[in-house]
C-alpha cells in the first residue's frame, strides 16, 4: 500500500514567491498533520485536521501560511510570500482515525527560499 | 506544563555496545508513549509504541523500550549497536487535553562508531 505522498520532494524558490505543498494521506486515514522541521527549532506541529477540519493551527507561524483540507483525500499548505527564514523541511503525516495517535509520515518536502 | 524531554542531544556508541535513549514525560495522566527513528533524508518512521498492557514494548530492529509510570521514563535500548543504526531518534507522548496530536522530544542523533 502507499504510503503519505508528498510533492514536490524539493523545492526551491525565490523569497516573495507563492510555494504550495501538497499531501495526500494513506487512503482510509481521517487525520491529517502539518509539521517543519529546522536545525534551530526541531520539529513542530503547525496544524492538524480530523474529518478535513482544521483542529489546532496554534503553530501557523504567521497569516503567510495557510491550509487546506478539502477532502480526506488531499491537503494543501501555502506560504505567501515566502521568506528565506521559511526554509526547512516540510512533512506531512496521517492516522487512522481521530482517536488514533499513531502517525504515520510522509518522505517530506524540502523548501529552499533564496 | 505538560512535556517530553530527552537528554542527550547526541549520543555516541562502538558498534556491538548497548544502546540506552532517554526520555521522560511531563504528564498528570500516563500517556500513550511513541519512539520514532529518521534515517537522512527520510520521514519519520514509527519503531514502538505503548500504550496499555505489558511495559516493556518491542519493536522493529531489535529495539525495546520500558515504560516506568514511577520514574515517568520510556527509554529506548538495544543490545548490540549496528552501523545501521546511526539515525535521528524521536521520543513523542500523547498529551491530556492535546486531541490525537503527539508532542515531541527535541530528538537524539545516535553516532555508531567501529
Known amino acids: 500500500d502507499a504510503g503519505v505522498i508528498q510533492s514536490p520532494r524539493h523545492e526551491v524558490t525565490e523569497m516573495g514567491q507563492e510555494v504550495t505543498l501538497r499531501c495526500k494521506p494513506i487512503?482510509?486515514?481521517?487525520?491529517l498533520f502539518w509539521y517543519r522541521q529546522t536545525m534551530m527549532r526541531g520539529l513542530e506541529l503547525l496544524i492538524y485536521f480530523n474529518n478535513n477540519v482544521p483542529i489546532d493551527d496554534s503553530g501557523m507561524p504567521e497569516d503567510r501560511f495557510s491550509a487546506k483540507m478539502p477532502n480526506a483525500s488531499f491537503s494543501t499548505l501555502k506560504i505567501q510570500p515566502s521568506e528565506p527564514r521559511d526554509s526547512a523541511v516540510y512533512f506531512c503525516a496521517s492516522t487512522l482515525t481521530p482517536l488514533s495517535y499513531e502517525q504515520y509520515f510522509g518522505p517530506g518536502t524540502r523548501l529552499t527560499v533564496t | 506544563a505538560q512535556s517530553v524531554t530527552q537528554l542527550g542531544s547526541h549520543v555516541s556508541v562502538s558498534e556491538g555496545a548497548l544502546v540506552l535513549l532517554r526520555c521522560n514525560y511531563s504528564?498528570?495522566?500516563?500517556?500513550?508513549l511513541f519512539w520514532y527513528v529518521q534515517y537522512p533524508n527520510q520521514g519519520l518512521q514509527l519503531l514502538l509504541k505503548?500504550?496499555?498492557?505489558?511495559?516493556l514494548v518491542k519493536g522493529i530492529n531489535g529495539f525495546e523500550a520500558e515504560f516506568k509510570k514511577s520514574e515517568t521514563s520510556f527509554h529506548l535500548t538495544k543490545p548490540s549497536a549496528h552501523m545501521s543504526d546511526a539515525a535521528e531518534y524521536f521520543c513523542?507522548?500523547?498529551?491530556?487535553?492535546?486531541?490525537?496530536?503527539?508532542?515531541f522530544g527535541t530528538g537524539t542523533q545516535l553516532k555508531v562508531e567501529l
Open positions: 505503548y500504550t496499555t498492557g505489558a511495559t
Open positions: 513523542a507522548a500523547s498529551l491530556t487535553g492535546g486531541g490525537n496530536k503527539l508532542t
Open positions: 504528564s498528570s495522566v500516563p500517556p500513550y
Open positions: 487512503s482510509g486515514h481521517n487525520s
